[in-house]
């Protein structure tokens, strides 16, 4: 260990190195995946009804709850997983593994066995239309089955991403979703309607859980998984902290559906398309700068581990959820920002059709979304902290808030519909949020003032920005001219990002942000033109 108040060199350059690059990586990663799910739906919706496309998105719902049968145990693998390495103790990881899988690969057989049995009951609860049932059935049931396998047998994943192996885990996920989105355009395009889109899934899956396999065995020459090493000891750990992540989990996940998931009893499946369509985009785009977070939970294990309650590491933790927290929400505030102020235009552009409330919905979980988002820095380092407790104080204020706000917009409109549910689980998200975020900073030892300064203020900065196109584009964009009304809204996107970039540069960013990202700039454009790079420190 070092002396009091510094950090080792060995962790403080393994966790610096491996944030850097994981987020860098991920982030790639999700922008052409946000790219290649920004063709989808459009394409989808012009194949198949609105309450088609609403089923595929329910199917989801459902595979996100049955999801959460296995959800604690692949949190553990991480978690642990990254201490372990840390600390050089790889039998024990193994022992964790090996476990886990025996664990999961039955759990996850009975739950589609019980889902299999269910099947009438699920078709009434869903409340399909009759000509949708035989759909209904092969696209669910394969769904849940894929989505069970994949989870049965994400022991590999987790196994990277505990040793935080940014690369091998990209080129597992890139090469599945853009395989799948090849198949997506072939056999929908061929008429397989959902059906087609459960077969690319099927694809993607299979894909993923071999490529995730073979890298994870080339990566971790110490990764050995046996039925021999089972371990009581693994069973007491995943019992422990897994069933408090399994609990916060399905409150997150109960929690970020709500809306899709009563809107099908309530309003139908055109409300649950409509809601879906409402928030695709913002999810989507949030879904990038998620990546610092993802890199947070094992980076804070993989400290705990080799610094476990020394001074090194509350100031290593502190500086990683400020810098973190503020890079994270500067980047959601670019993304969805721009989608607040010009919502209808996008969707225009889009979907080339318009869907009452859509635009509205669109903008509404924009906010939404941004809010949300700076809640996970906190999540995720309380969770590598072994304090996945924590999540409570997100989870359960969001839930009594959402047994306020949903009833009261039935209420104030007089009847159930997509836009009032919407509304509703928005307003309690952000109020929930608010509360985590006083919670969460005074857990890990920031100053609300400092946070408000360096986290929230910046983030809200680009919807000042993106409301001067707001105007223009809704007078220039139509859908009945996709193609003119696109070259539009990319001319105006590009102009909104070239100044928000000089405003984060010379208004947001201090001195040393400043001369770290032009830096790092110049090393990009050195690398291109193959110059010498610039030296750049890491702050």
């Given amino acids: 260990m070092s002396t009091e108040g510094e950090l080792p060199e060995d962790h403080g350059r393994t966790v610096r190195e491996a944030i850097s690059r994981n987020v860098v990586l991920d982030m790639a990663g999700r922008v052409g995946y946000l790219v290649s799910r920004f063709f989808i739906p459009p394409f989808v919706l012009a194949h198949v009804s609105l309450e088609a496309y609403g089923l595929w998105a329910t199917a989801f719902i459902v595979v996100s709850y049955i999801g959460v049968s296995t959800m604690g145990i692949s949190n553990v693998n991480v978690t642990f997983v990254a201490e372990y390495t840390a600390r050089r103790q790889y039998d024990r990881a193994n022992r964790l593994l090996s476990t886990g899988l025996l664990v999961t690969v039955p759990i996850c057989a009975a739950v589609f066995g019980l889902v299999w049995l269910l099947w009438p009951r699920l078709v009434d609860a869903l409340k399909i239309s009759a000509d949708l049932r035989g759909d209904a059935k092969v696209v669910v049931l394969a769904v849940v089955g894929i989505f069970l396998a994949s989870s049965s047998l994400s022991t590999f994943r987790d196994a990277l991403a505990g040793a935080q192996k940014g690369v091998e885990i990209q080129i597992s996920w890139i090469a599945g979703y853009v395989l799948e989105c090849a198949l997506i355009f072939t056999l929908v395009g061929m008429g397989r309607g959902i059906r087609g889109l459960a077969e690319a899934f099927l694809v993607r899956t299979a894909v993923e859980i071999v490529l995730s396999a073979w890298l994870a065995y080339r990566a971790l020459p110490w990764l050995r998984l046996s039925p021999s090493l089972y371990s009581r000891e693994a069973v007491g750990v995943l019992w422990s902290y897994g069933g408090v992540v399994q609990l916060t989990s399905l409150m997150a996940v109960a929690l970020n559906s709500i809306e899709r998931a009563i809107a099908v009893p309530l309003a139908g499946l055109q409300a649950a398309g409509l809601l879906d369509i409402g928030q695709k985009l913002p999810s989507m785009a949030s879904s990038v700068p998620s990546a610092f977070a993802n890199a947070f939970t094992p980076a804070a294990s993989y400290l705990r581990g080799g610094l476990d309650g020394t001074p090194a590491e509350r100031e290593t933790i502190h500086k990683l959820f400020l810098k973190g927290a503020r890079y994270m929400n500067l980047t959601t505030g670019y993304l969805c920002g721009f989608m607040a102020a010009i919502a209808q235009p996008m969707l225009d552009v889009w979907v080339g059709k318009r869907y009452d409330g859509a635009a509205y919905l669109m903008t509404v979980f924009s906010v939404t979304w941004q809010v949300h988002l700076m809640t996970a820095p906190g999540t995720s380092l309380l969770k590598g ?127 040393g942000e400043r001369l770290w990202f032009r830096a790092i700039a110049s090393n990009a454009v050195a690398k291109l033109r193959r110059t010498p790079r610039v030296q750049v420190t890491s702050r």
């Fill in 385 to 511: 902290m072994g304090k996945p407790q924590g999540e409570f104080h997100y989870a359960i204020p969001n839930a009594i808030a959402a047994l306020v706000f949903i009833p009261l917009s039935f209420l104030i409109l007089g009847q159930w519909t997509a836009v009032g549910i919407g509304t509703g689980v928005a307003a309690a998200t952000i109020v929930s949020a608010i509360y985590f975020l006083w919670y969460s900073t005074r857990a890990l030892g920031v100053q609300g003032s400092v946070f408000v300064r360096r986290v929230v203020v910046p983030g809200f900065v680009p919807y000042a920005v993106g409301a001067l196109f707001t105007i223009p584009a809704y007078a220039l964009v139509s859908p009945e001219h996709r193609w003119t009304s696109a070259a539009i809204v990319i001319a105006m996107g590009t102009v909104y990002t070239v100044l928000m970039a000089v405003i984060v540069d010379r208004r947001i960013f201090d001195e």
